[in-house]
């Protein structure tokens, strides 16, 4: 169990919730504060204006609502914002979404019914998905589309996705049991309002982007295997003196991987030792390409850059992105911008371009693989079989390169197209669940190019027939892949070998770079 209000969630906690299935349990002195928070809203509204309980919404505030239909303006606002198109955003993310609201709603200070956080948890722990649709929020007043959406399940309309099938959500509730949400002050603001799907995606988004980190690294240091380089350019002593915490730790992580290894050499012993230097030119390689030798200088930076949105999209999760607040502990209801969502719009456009930079060196370093000439190691393309009759990995280039390129696109910034909308209510807009989704699909395109690079690896240990001196953990993954995806020389289609190795790389945690 995952105990939600009692502390702030952390990354590990959302990803237990996420892929270990983990369920949710409701912290009862939060419970308390819930109901406490709500029994003060019920008390302080009476005879007052309050935006979102007896006025309209937006650029409609000033318009008073009759006390007889306040409870019907939150079904309105729910039903006539659910207005979504595009795909539908898979479950996991949505179940994300739902994880995100919830701790908000946990802070207490949204003013809603224990009803909702008790609903909420009951589909995450049941696995039932709101369907949501990809288009539809600018990210001002929160993601308002994307949780209209959700309160439309809420609300025992709409459809959710269970079992991996779409279903009226009505149906799902009586299979189960469930009672459908009834309003009873400002739920339909209160779900609405918010950041929690950019905030639930970008969770996501930082782990997989963890990932990825992960397997550069490690890529990079089988590479540096490949060549027999040598070592001094992942070595404390020529990192140390760059003061950046990412490159000193992509340099030990390189470290920890190579310690056994038996094909990187000491450069003391080869370009440094005497009796080797007599001759013009020399077959060693006094320094080896960028991408090969500047691991430490191209990944730090990304390090760095998640460890940043990492602090900030956290923070994010654990705050109150509502509005207006109710305060129940200064008896009173302050209205302003929480539900802006320009912190997470900007770390995921930072983001992006950090993991569209590991794609990058993964394809200079493929190219590297497969350029004979480049390397003086390899056949053309790592072709294991008949030059001129067979092909290698040659295929599979074009789509890593064609993948890089449509990353590099797609890292042009989102945080800086915001248009005004709203009757110019909404005169500045975040577009952060955009920048959180198109993150998504930058992450999950260089998983397919990391998948590439990795099968090229292999095929270069098999035909340099080196497997025996890798260092430990390089052989570890050599061995584990190789199960799903073997040797070959003969040529056949390679799609559902990437699949599979692709798959691999999303859901496997070997060595964990920020534990350190």
Known sequence: MIHVGQSALSLNDFSELIFKQNEVALDAAALTKINTNFEFLKQFSSNKLIYGI????????????????????????????????????TAQLSKALMIARLNSFMQAYSGVHTDVVELLKELINKNIAPCIYEHGGVGASGDLVQLAHLGLVL???????????????????????????????????????GTSAMTGIGMINIIQAKKLLNWSVLFSAMINEIVEAFDDHYSNELNIVKRHKGQNAIAGMMREILQDSKMIRDRSEHLYNPDNLDQEIFEDKVQEYYSLRCVTQILGPVYDTISQVENTVVNELNSVNDNPVID????????????????????????????????????????????SKLNQKLPPFVNLGVLGLNFGMQGMQFTATSTVAENQTLSFP?????????????????????????????????????????????????????????????????????????????DAPKYKDLERVKTFLESTDHITSFSK
Not at 168 to 178: A, L, Q, R, S, Y
Not at 329 to 351: A, P, R, T
Not at 480 to 489: A, G, H, S
């Open 155 to 193: 609300i025992g309309e709409g459809e959710v996705i269970f079992e991996e099938e779409v279903h009226p959500t009505i149906e799902i509730f009586n299979k189960f049991n469930i009672k459908p949400l009834s309003i009873h002050i400002r739920e339909g603001l209160a779900i609405l309002n």
């Open 54 to 89: 007896n006025t309209g919404f937006g650029p409609m505030a000033q318009y008073k609502v009759n006390e007889e239909n306040i409870l019907q303006l939150q079904y309105n606002l729910i039903r006539s914002h659910s207005s979504g198109s595009g795909k539908l955003m």
């Open 328 to 371: 129940h502990e200064n008896q009173n209801i302050f209205h302003g911008g929480n539900f802006h969502g320009d912190y997470v719009s900007l770390e995921m456009d930072k983001l992006k371009i950090a993991i569209t930079r590991i794609s990058m060196l993964a394809e200079r370093q493929l190219n590297y693989l497969l350029n």
């Open 414 to 490: 989102m945080y800086v197209h915001s248009i005004p909308n709203n009757n110019d209510n909404q005169d500045i807009v975040s577009m952060g669940c955009n920048a959180a989704l198109m993150t998504k699909r930058v992450i999950d395109n260089s998983f397919e190019v990391l998948g590439i690079h990795l099968m090229t690896i292999l095929q270069a240990i098999d035909y340099l027939e080196c497997k025996d001196r890798l260092s430990t953990i390089s052989r570890a993954l050599y061995d584990e892949v190789r199960l799903i995806f073997p040797k070959f020389i003969e």
